[in-house]
């Protein structure tokens, strides 16, 4: 489509926000096209009028779709009215590459903003610098309040929590409270809970808001606050908080810090993000690539994918050790250069079921003594079972194809050994990483295949080895 055909008379911008996605729910193609026009015009008034509109979530979108120059310009465009949000909601390296590209001043401004978890979430990959220039801009309150939520660990619940939350005395009436929250103006936007602390804000309570607003004015908060506390650690990891999260069926819950003084709230939108990062970080994880995402550069996904493909190459180089010190063998019976993928194959794949079964395992916390017992009782009986299964299998194809009813006999008790050897360390290996403090969604995948192969060409060729004295 030609610019002038994208701005024709009648239809300047003709981009409602219902037509922003297609039926499949993508982007529409000629909504990005249209936008794509705007921006090659310079027609920053038509750019900030179609994108108004846009959810938050929406908006990191169309970043995302954009080219580098096409998406710097835009935030550019937008000026003040860009909703700095929107880059919570984008890759890692497109966030970075938008946020390196601004003044700090514009920076600032734009986190001002923000709740304090999303403020912090730009801020945290920021240089130290950067960082503090940004801060420094920012009023008093605000800048301390950013300070205190950095200072905890990466990746812990106080780098997630708002800080925004409505804590009362416990001597207060509903009506009280009822007329604190019409009159206050300093209170976070939405809330699910109000807390009932002390002086020294250690929490006393929680009151949930239904309950809250079924209950008479005169009524005294602490005759009907929940007593039961489900608390998180300011320092705890947010996988920690999520799980408490799944737990307790919780939409909302107090942070408190080393003290026990109630320092900010966890959301169930927090948690959210928090169990998709963390299942996206494990697959990305069990698969080698890293923290990678799909907007990296070529280089950047080569530096981080070459580490793994090198443990790999050390890993084929031992089976093909183990494959070389039975040459003759195989050289006085091709059919076995044929059968003996089949037993490896096998064996990686049941291996990296049991082993996907124990990382989740470990990941949600759910092995302790007696099911880890249990769990090892049942792979091992499970990769028998299955064994003798596929064993029965391929050696009537292979008795049949060959007309050798001993090779099928031979690669039949090698399918049975490989899937026990499979089960057995798919939860032995991660077991052993994580207690080695390892995250055993790291490595797991390559010492298992590399145990299932070298078991089941050893055990296959060895078998076969004896059985037709080809030593």
Not at 263 to 283: H, K, M, P, R, S
Not at 421 to 427: E, K, M, N, Q
Request: aromatic share 8%; no cysteine; hydrophobic share 50%.
């Amino acid at each position: 489509m030609s610019e002038d055909s994208a701005m024709a008379p009648g239809d300047d911008t003709g981009m409602e926000h219902d037509a922003f996605r297609d039926e499949e729910g993508r982007i529409s193609a000629l909504w990005l096209e249209r936008l794509r026009a705007f921006l090659d015009a310079g027609r920053s008034e038509d750019v900030t009028l179609v994108m108004e509109p846009l959810h938050t979530a929406d908006v990191g979108d169309v970043l995302e779709q954009l080219d580098h120059d096409e998406r710097l310009n835009l935030v550019h465009m937008l000026g003040e009215s860009f909703d700095f949000s929107a880059l919570t909601e984008v890759d890692e390296s497109i966030r970075l590459e938008i946020m390196e590209a601004l003044p700090n001043a514009d920076i600032a401004r734009g986190v001002a903003e923000l709740d304090n978890d999303d403020a912090v979430y730009l801020l945290e990959d920021l240089e130290q610098e950067d960082r503090d220039e940004i801060l420094s801009a920012l009023p008093t309150f605000e800048r301390l309040s950013l300070k205190r939520s950095l200072d905890f660990p990466e990746d812990s619940a106080g780098r997630r929590m708002q800080t925004d939350f409505i804590a009362i005395p416990p001597f207060w009436t509903v009506g009280q409270t009822i007329d604190y929250l019409r009159s206050e103006k300093d209170l976070p936007d939405e809330f699910y809970q109000i807390y009932v602390v002390d002086a020294a804000y250690k929490v006393l309570g929680t009151l949930p808001l239904d309950k809250f607003l079924r209950t008479p004015r005169a009524t005294k908060i602490d005759a009907i606050m929940n007593t039961t506390l489900v608390l998180v650690n300011a320092e705890e990891d947010q996988e920690e908080a999520a799980r408490s999260f799944e737990r307790y069926d919780l939409v909302e819950v107090g942070v408190v810090d080393e003290n026990g003084r109630l320092v900010g709230v966890l959301t169930i939108d927090d948690i959210v993000d928090v169990i998709q990062e963390e299942a996206e970080e494990d697959i990305r994880l069990m698969a080698g690539v890293g923290d990678e995402d799909v907007s990296d550069t070529t280089l950047d996904t080569v530096k981080s994918r070459v580490p793994w493909l090198v443990v790999n190459l050390v890993t084929a180089v031992l089976v093909s050790l183990v494959i070389g010190l039975f040459n003759a063998t195989i050289e006085q019976m091709v059919a076995l250069a044929v059968l003996m993928p089949i037993v490896a194959s096998m064996g990686g794949n049941a291996g990296a079921q049991t082993m996907t079964v124990t990382v989740r395992a470990l990941a949600m916390r759910e092995l302790d003594g007696g099911r880890l017992r249990r769990l090892i009782r049942r792979e091992m009986v499970v990769g028998f079972v299955n064994g003798v299964i596929f064993a029965v299998l391929i050696g009537i194809v292979t008795a049949f194809r060959y007309g050798n009813i001993e090779l099928g006999v031979v690669i039949g008790l090698a399918m049975v050994i490989n899937m026990i050897v499979a089960g057995t360390f798919g939860i032995l290996i991660p077991l052993t990483l994580d207690k080695l403090k390892a995250d055993p969604a790291i490595a797991s995948a390559v010492f298992v295949t590399t145990i299932t192969d070298v078991v089941g060409f050893f055990a296959f060729l060895g078998i076969a080895g004896l059985w037709f004295g080809l030593f």
